[in-house]
T-cell receptor
């Protein structure tokens, strides 16, 4: 039982580049979330989904997009990377409490 | 803007002592409250949830909730060096129950001195 799997673990992007952060869960959870964590700032919600085909914005959605075509997958897309998107990104799924993935550490230079 | 505030810390306690971590929240409609532990470089893990006023105990951990005063706390008894981590308070933000969106505090770093 893998839980929530995020890839990649680390990535360096140049300003203006695009990338997709992958998130997959094998627990058949309907609820999934993307958070970013900056040093000393806690976790901020970017996007969330309550089931396949349903997504909604969180607190800090600008510069990001998501899709949820299946229950298992919830990828996060960065279209034009900016230095302000340097952060650690956590995906989580939920059934009676959150299970977090191991995170993706992204640096935009 | 719904807010969750935690003492800035860091907090340092000797091994065997009680560590007390506090959290206040702004949304009176919040119904679910959580404490997560995060080791350096790792992802958060749920250690306690509480939904009703009063105390909830689980091993060395006790969560306390006072909805009238809008605070939630975590007590760690017999603190161990392995408890050294950042503790995040989280409060539900829309909806009820453990699957709702959560607003997190900034966290407080606890250091347990051997």
């Amino acid at each position: 039982n893998a839980g929530v799997t995020q890839t990649p673990k680390f990535r360096i992007l140049k300003i203006g580049q695009s990338m997709t952060l992958q998130c997959t869960q094998d627990m058949n959870h309907n609820y999934m979330y993307w958070y970013r964590q900056d040093p000393g700032m806690g976790l901020k919600l970017i996007y969330y989904s309550v089931g396949a085909g349903i997504t909604d914005k969180g607190e800090v959605p600008n510069g990001y997009n998501v899709s949820r075509s299946t229950t298992e997958d919830f990828p996060l897309r960065l279209e034009l990377a900016a230095p302000s998107q340097t952060s650690v990104y956590f995906c989580a799924s939920s059934w009676n409490g959150y299970t977090f993935g191991s995170g993706t550490r992204l640096t935009v230079v | 803007q719904k807010e969750v505030e935690q003492n800035s810390g860091p907090l340092s306690v000797p091994e065997g002592a009680i560590a007390s971590l506090n959290c206040t929240y702004s949304d009176r409609g919040s119904q679910s409250f959580f404490w997560y532990r995060q080791y350096s470089g790792k992802s958060p893990e749920l250690i306690m949830s509480i939904y009703s006023n009063g105390d909830k105990e689980d091993g060395r951990f006790t969560a306390q909730l006072n909805k009238a005063s809008q605070y939630v706390s975590l007590l760690i008894r017999d603190s161990q060096p392995s408890d050294s981590a950042t503790y995040l308070c989280a409060v539900n933000n829309g909806g009820a129950g453990a699957n709702s969106k959560l607003t997190f505090g900034k966290g407080i770093t606890l250091s347990v001195r051997p």
